[in-house]
Nanobody, 123 residues
């Protein structure tokens, strides 16, 4: 079994910072891309940032220059450093990881999701 556990959400004033973490554990052979989505009330879930196993990153236009995604491959963990937070960043943030597992000698990649963590930015 594989699970992703998130931490680091909370309430912050506009202009403040938060750091989200997401650690993967379980029967992991390897991890490819990891990243973060967010979902505000009444809206669809949108990609915030992603990072490949080699460290290449991409960001939503709305967070470029303010958010930084990084990962620690030794710890199977992805981070999201969020600076200059705005009220419109308020959402539930979900991490994901594309994880390769081996079952009966066959390797397959699956996308796993974290449980979600609330980020609230007050004006």
């Amino acid at each position: 079994q594989v699970q992703l556990v998130e931490s680091g959400g909370g309430l912050v004033q506009a202009g403040g910072s938060l750091r989200l973490s997401c650690a993967a554990s379980g029967s992991i052979f390897s991890i490819n891309a990891m990243g973060w989505y967010r979902q505000a009330p009444g809206k669809q879930r949108d990609l915030v940032a992603a990072i490949t196993s080699g460290g290449s990153t991409n960001y939503a236009d709305s967070v470029k220059g303010r958010f930084t995604i990084s990962r620690d491959n030794a710890k199977n963990t992805v981070y999201l450093q969020m600076n200059s937070l705005k009220p419109e960043d308020t959402a539930v943030y979900y991490c994901y990881a594309n994880i390769v597992v081996v079952t009966s000698g066959v390797s397959r990649e699956y996308r796993y999701w974290g449980q979600g963590t609330q980020v609230t930015v007050s004006s």
